[in-house]
């Protein structure tokens, strides 16, 4: 089954260790979710007399696709990495390059090392983001399978790298908490508008479905395209 989500934990996520954690030594005490709560409250204080910034939506995809596919996935679901994995390459190569589908894709955040991917995703721009996100996809058993935040880190580091990004920008982007207060609150909007209880949820121009097979979902898309 799909992971679920509550929206009111969403609010707590940042105050458990989200961006946040990175800017405190992970080998001291400090690295604790429950020491993150004052460095959580300064960000909270800082986004109310300072505006977050822009959470544009990442998309693939003719902007007059007949279909558009609205997809929420986390990067730390193994029924994302099974859709992207199982269904993404055809998905592309069949509708989304030939003109038929817009596909529009928003990320979910189950916990912090979900949120730091995503994070990193976005460093990268919009040139580098799909790029980016398969190799999240990809190599999710590797980079998200450590119980130790540095560890995981460390392993987004080297997948930012491999993407040809620099040391400096990759921890700049992953210390932005403006950003990640942004990515959390767009989040929340998004989910509750469109009901997203669990993921990967798939939007077929509005029709709301679950995980499925690429047989499944073209069946869904020729209906939409009339064939």
């Given at each position: 089954m799909a992971r679920t989500w509550g929206l009111a934990a969403l609010a707590l996520l940042l105050a458990a260790g989200g961006a946040l954690w990175l800017?405190?030594?992970?080998?001291?005490?400090?690295?604790?979710?429950?020491?993150l709560a004052p460095l959580a409250a300064q960000a909270q204080e800082a986004a109310q007399t300072a505006p977050l910034p822009a959470?544009?939506?990442?998309?693939?995809?003719?902007?007059?696709?007949?279909?558009?596919?609205?997809?929420?996935?986390?990067?730390?679901?193994?029924?994302?990495?099974?859709?992207?994995?199982?269904?993404?390459?055809?998905?592309k190569a069949n509708y989304i390059d030939t003109g038929k589908v817009r596909l529009v894709y928003r990320e979910v955040y189950f916990d912090r090392y979900g949120l730091w991917a995503a994070m990193l995703a976005r460093c990268g721009g919009e040139t580098r983001y799909?790029?980016?996100?398969?190799?999240?996809?990809?190599?999710?058993?590797?980079?998200?399978?450590?119980?130790?935040?540095?560890?995981?880190?460390?392993?987004?580091?080297?997948?930012?790298?491999?993407?040809?990004?620099?040391?400096?920008?990759?921890?700049?982007?992953?210390?932005?908490n403006a950003m990640a207060e942004?990515?959390?609150?767009?989040?929340?909007?998004?989910?509750?508008?469109?009901?997203?209880?669990?993921?990967p949820t798939i939007l077929i121009n509005g029709e709301k479905h679950g995980n499925m097979s690429y047989a499944d979902l073209s069946a869904l898309i020729d209906a939409k395209l009339g064939g």
């Open positions: 800017t405190r030594p992970a080998d001291g005490p400090a690295a604790g979710g429950a020491a959470v544009p939506d990442m998309v693939l995809g003719a902007a007059d696709a007949p279909v558009t596919i609205v997809e929420y996935a986390s990067y730390t679901c193994p029924h994302c990495a099974s859709f992207h994995g199982n269904v993404f390459k055809d998905l799909f790029g980016i996100s398969s190799m999240l996809f990809e190599q999710q058993r590797d980079w998200a399978g450590s119980d130790d935040p540095a560890a995981v880190v460390e392993n987004l580091k080297t997948i930012g790298r491999t993407a040809g990004m620099d040391d400096a920008t990759i921890q700049a982007c992953l210390q932005d942004a990515m959390v609150a767009a989040y929340q909007v998004n989910a509750t508008a469109d009901g997203v209880e669990a993921t």
